[in-house]
Every structure is written in structure tokens, then in C-alpha cells.
């Protein structure tokens, strides 16, 4: 079996990395007919046409920008951030993998079975994060009139922007996608219009406590999806450095044993690999490896300037509140 770890320590760059790992792969996967790592073949192709060929990142980025001008004009006294990002290749790795796993696993638990080649391969085509953007807005206290509470109007800001966002993009050559998260509870402050976009996690939050909004668009320009998140300040803190950072992960490891008790190895190669990868990945040792424009002294002091671990940056955008001493009329 392939894996990405044996390519991690031979001082190459992460573009060579996935060209290398991808050829091995396919070579592999045609000695033994393996069509799941064909998939994660082109899978990874993707990912290096990000890296090699991001001229796009250009004019889409620069689509993005006119959105983060007009929130500069219409919420002058909001702090805000936007950040771009491509999936990290140790990310989205484990992503792919862990896709494959739960899948399958869900899959047998309902039928009692393994779903088809064919299934598993249709299932495998709902990566639309490769690219990815995050506004991140804040309300400054000064702007807080007597009695408000700081926590519900950014959240009111924070669909006021998400109900703009969807036709400003569309009028630049996005397309919105339908939300995929089904039998969510609707807030009313989405308009009818735009709530059946977005997959609303403050209205519906993670049972860890995460909250966001989250929509993705088709790049009708870039020919490439994006996905865009929504976040207050005090959420993304939540989701970046506290609970559901740490505790998804735990929670994470623990659900992979499950599954593993659940499916035996030797009863489905394919979930037998992305299992295999998938675990392997989480034991890495990150100060171990020898990639080109990447150190870490642990598994938390990390320099990354070639996106192999963190993503890798497209545009951040910071907005300071203006009139600081203005409250809102």
C-alpha cells in the first residue's frame, strides 16, 4: 500500500511530494485494480494543480477583495478579517482518508454491507473545501449601546453580511451550492432566498459547540469550488484554540477505534487502506520530517512555508473598527 509518510523525509518539495506520491499511487492502483486509489490519484492532482497553476487565485481573490471593500463602506465601525486559504497536503490527505472510513462505516452499520466500488466512488466526488475563505467579524465594545449584548449583534451582523454575500458573489461569476446539511433548523434572520445556501451552524451547532455559516460557491471564472465561513470572533476562538479544537480531536480518535472494532481488518482492503493512512497521519512526528521550506520543533511549534501541514495563504484582509469613540445610531 501507498502512503503519504514515506514521502516525508527525503527533503523534497511538497509539489514534487504529491507528484511522486500520485504516479506511485496510480502505478499501484493499475497493478491492482484498485479504482478508490485512482480516485485519490486525481485527488491529489487537484491539489498540485492548486499549488502549480494558481494564476487564478488572482482574479479570484481579487473578486473577493471587492466583497471585503464593500463590507469596509457598510460596516465601518465592524473589525473584520478575511483569510484565503488551500487545504494543507497533510490535511487533505487525512480528509480523503477519513471520508473513505466514514463512509463505509456508516454505510455498513445501515445495510449491513459494504457499498459497491461504484458507490464508494460516486461518494468521493464531494470535496469542495480545497479553497477556502473566512470572514471573521468582531463588534468593538465602544460600538455597544447600554443593554446590548456584544454576542447577539455581532451574530445580527453576521447574517445581515451572509445575506449580502451570496448575490454580491453571484454578480462576480459565483454560483452558490444548496446547502447539503439536511433537516437543519432555519434562522430567521437568513432572508428565504438565501437560508437554503448555507449550512447554518449557529442555528444548528456541532455537539461540540462549533458555530459558523458556511456556503460554497462554483468558480464559473477559476472553474474550481470554494467554500466561504462565517464566523464571530468569539466563534472562531471556540473553533481555533478552544473546545472544539481539542475536543474534536479526541473525540475523533476515539470514533476511529470504534470503527475499527466495529469492521475487522481483512474484511475491505479499501477500508482497511484509508484507515491505515488515516491513522498514520495522526502519529506523525512532525519535527521528524525532511520537506523542503518546512520545520517544526514539535507537533505545535511549526513553520510551514510550503503549506504541507497548515494551509497555505491566499489573501488576509484586516479591517480596523473605525470611530472608535462613535456608538452606533
Do not use: W
Not at 460596516?75 to 473513505?100: M, V
Not at 477505534?257 to 484507515?275: L, M, Q, S, T, W
Amino acid at each position: 500500500m501507498k502512503k503519504l509518510n514515506d514521502y516525508l523525509y527525503s527533503g523534497d518539495t511538497v509539489l514534487k511530494i504529491i507528484q511522486t506520491y500520485a504516479q506511485d499511487l496510480k502505478e499501484s492502483a493499475k497493478k491492482t485494480d484498485n479504482q478508490i486509489d485512482l480516485v485519490h490519484c486525481n485527488f491529489l492532482l487537484q491539489i498540485a494543480e492548486l499549488l502549480e497553476h494558481n494564476d487564478f487565485l488572482a482574479s479570484q481573490s481579487q473578486r473577493i477583495r471587492e466583497f471585503y471593500k464593500h463590507m469596509a463602506n457598510e460596516y465601518p465601525f465592524l473589525a473584520f478579517t478575511f483569510k484565503g486559504r488551500i487545504k494543507s497536503l497533510i490535511r487533505a490527505e487525512a480528509k480523503f482518508n477519513g471520508y473513505i472510513v466514514e463512509y463505509m462505516y456508516d454505510y455498513y452499520l445501515e445495510n449491513g454491507k459494504f457499498p459497491s466500488v461504484m458507490e464508494l466512488k460516486n461518494s468521493l466526488n464531494c470535496f469542495r473545501d480545497l479553497i477556502a475563505y473566512r470572514i471573521v467579524i468582531s463588534l468593538p465594545k465602544c460600538h455597544l449601546q447600554v443593554g446590548q449584548s456584544r454576542s447577539d449583534q455581532e451574530i445580527k451582523y453576521l447574517y445581515d453580511v451572509a445575506n449580502q454575500l451570496l448575490g454580491f458573489l453571484e454578480e462576480r461569476g459565483f454560483t452558490a451550492e444548496l446547502s447539503t446539511l439536511t433537516d437543519q433548523k432555519a434562522s430567521s434572520q437568513l432572508k428565504d432566498g438565501v437560508a437554503p445556501y448555507y449550512r447554518d451552524y449557529i442555528a444548528n451547532p456541532s455537539p461540540n459547540g462549533y458555530q459558523s455559516l458556511h456556503i460554497t460557491f462554483y468558480d464559473n471564472i477559476a472553474r474550481c469550488y470554494v467554500e466561504v465561513q462565517l464566523r464571530t470572533k468569539e466563534m472562531d476562538d471556540f473553533a481555533e484554540i478552544g473546545p472544539a479544537n481539542h475536543l474534536g480531536y479526541e473525540k475523533r480518535q476515539e470514533s476511529e477505534r470504534v470503527r475499527r472494532d466495529v469492521i475487522p481488518k481483512g474484511e475491505n482492503p479499501y477500508f482497511d487502506d484509508a484507515y491505515e493512512r488515516g491513522i498514520l497521519l495522526h502519529q506523525l512526528e512532525l519535527a521528524k520530517l525532511d520537506v523542503n521550506m518546512f520545520a517544526a520543533a514539535d507537533n505545535s511549534l511549526i513553520n510551514d512555508g510550503c503549506g504541507l501541514y497548515r494551509g497555505r495563504l491566499i489573501l488576509p484582509y484586516e479591517h480596523l473598527s473605525r470611530f472608535q469613540n462613535d456608538l452606533i445610531d
